[in-house]
T-cell receptor
Framework: GDSVTQMEGPVTLSEEAFLTINCTYTATGYPSLFWYVQYPGEGLQLLLKATKADDKGSNKGFEATYRKETTSFHLEKGSVQVSDSAVYFCALSDPMDSNYQLIWGAGTKLIIKP | EAGVAQSPRYKIIEKRQSVAFWCNPISGHATLYWYQQILGQGPKLLIQFQNNGVVDDSQLPKDRFSAERLKGVDSTLKIQPAKLEDSAVYLC???????????????FGPGTRLTVL
């Protein structure tokens, strides 16, 4: 079945450091890919998404490129801030799934130190 | 545009008691989801509605959990009786539910944090 694998956390960085959170997937069809973020005590928010190969999703300084050849959707940010501390979830939606449900990664906790 | 609303935000109950959670999706969204999120894990889908019909409830523990979506808008999730392992955050999400569209985005409410003692 479909699956999403994320790098294990926590990831601890200093402010202004470069961030990469790895995400790879397996899917039957040609999925749409999502990054959601969950700030402490809050629900999940869509951060960005990409729906076809080579698409780049971007928001709030974060970027991720849909790489079909490596089945990856790594999240990057050039200069992180303390306010970026949160849990980040990679997810996919497979058009071969008639219910279009999201398949979730386990989440990666990001801690940014001032 | 108003987001997904959930209430209560927090609930503490004793085991074997019952509890209910309420969700109001974004206006016009046909699909509604209930998820259970245990601390340190990703969300687990409990039930998915399309309008007022159930699309998938395969992971809903039906001996104790029930959910309904009257008139295809608001939804209620109930647990009766609660067990210690039900302690989690219960998230409601909604999406437009456009048929045949895997790009459909799910929008989440703030969640209800349930503690069962």
């Amino acid at each position: 079945g479909d699956s999403v694998t994320q790098m294990e956390g926590p990831v601890t960085l200093s402010e202004e450091a470069f961030l990469t959170i790895n995400c790879t997937y397996t899917a039957t069809g040609y999925p749409s890919l999502f990054w959601y973020v969950q700030y402490p005590g809050e629900g999940l928010q869509l951060l960005l998404k990409a729906t076809k190969a080579d698409d780049k999703g971007s928001n709030k300084g974060f970027e991720a490129t849909y790489r079909k050849e490596t089945t990856s959707f790594h999240l990057e940010k050039g200069s992180v801030q303390v306010s970026d501390s949160a849990v980040y979830f990679c997810a996919l939606s497979d058009p071969m799934d008639s219910n279009y449900q999201l398949i979730w990664g386990a989440g990666t906790k990001l801690i940014i130190k001032p | 545009e108003a987001g997904v609303a959930q209430s209560p935000r927090y609930k503490i109950i004793e085991k074997r008691q019952s509890v209910a959670f309420w969700c109001n999706p974004i206006s016009g969204h046909a699909t509604l989801y209930w998820y259970q999120q245990i601390l340190g894990q990703g969300p687990k889908l409990l039930i998915q509605f399309q309008n007022n019909g159930v699309v998938d409830d395969s992971q809903l523990p039906k001996d104790r959990f029930s959910a309904e979506r009257l008139k295809g808008v608001d939804s209620t999730l109930k647990i009766q009786p609660a067990k210690l392992e039900d302690s989690a955050v219960y998230l409601c999400a909604s999406s437009l539910g456009v048929s045949g569209l895997s790009t459909d985005t799910q929008y989440f409410g703030p969640g209800t944090r349930l503690t069962v003692l």
